[in-house]
């Protein structure tokens, strides 16, 4: 499971926590201009921007997870177990594998309206990357800092949402979450006065009571609003660090502590990274469950220019400043 949210101040951030029962070999990769994918419907394409994320690479082939290229356009791809439904290629729509959508789209394209025009003939097909890597159910969160568009594909279609909170979670599909956060607009951050009742004189007796039914559990629908609920009334400085640090935060509210979600198989779901990519400078941060301080990758000049992938390895060892 996972959340994704897109932040505004100064710069434009967008990132999200990778929550997973096991490894991917993810690390944090950078494509240069001009290099080349194959595609699944036999085309090949050099990208015209640079893109940064995290990916594990195969073959040369990064498969991103999430990541923004050089203009500001940013991509993720969360899981959507059960509803997301991938067809077969079809002559007659322009052909994409899940995987390839995210360096597709970074690679040609700058803005979300760029994307809009491409998506209305897309069929998301069934073809794995290869046959040990079966695929993924996904949808996808794009924004360009201006504009923000989740991507479902279902059975009955392919579905483009505008999303206005810059939040995505997982199941149920986008819309449902678009009417579930009505059932919290009674929350705020304020010490508010009792609605309860005229007849009863009733008094907070603590900061925070006027959130008290904003949900804490795990669930993506929970996790839908509370990343929503402290994205929207975030308060924050619009330099870098005052910035970075408060998304970290936000993500922080919805991260999963190990042990505390174990799945139908018996397996440990934790947010093995959490990651904050400021779109506008093309920077990549991130910390690991077990690495609290924040690491950062930039897109240079240099790598931008490369023939081939810039790779770089996490660093997982948590770092603990000692001050005697």
Known sequence: MCTCINFKTGNNYFGRTLDLEYRFNEK????????????????IINTKYSIIGMATVIEDYPLYAEATNE??????GLYFPKNAYFFNPDDSKFNLAPYELIPYFLGLCSTVEEVKKIIPNLNITNIPFAENLPITDLHWMISDGTNCIIVEQMKEGLKIY????????????????LMNINNYSNLTPYYDKSKFSSKIKLEQYGQGMGAIGLPGDNSSASRF??????????????DEENSVTQFFHILDSVTFVQGATITKENKVDITIYSCCMNTNKGIYYYKTYTNNQITAIKMTEKEKNKKELSVYNLIEKQQIKYEN
């Open 28 to 43: 944090v990769v950078i494509t240069p201009r001009e290099y080349k994918f194959k595609l699944k419907n036999k085309s």
């Open 71 to 76: 203009k500001g356009l940013a991509i993720a």
């Open 162 to 177: 505008d999303n206005p909170i810059g939040v995505l979670t997982n199941n149920p599909p986008f819309d449902y979450h």
């Open 225 to 238: 609003i509370r990343a929503a609920f402290n994205k929207l009334n975030s308060i924050c400085n619009d």
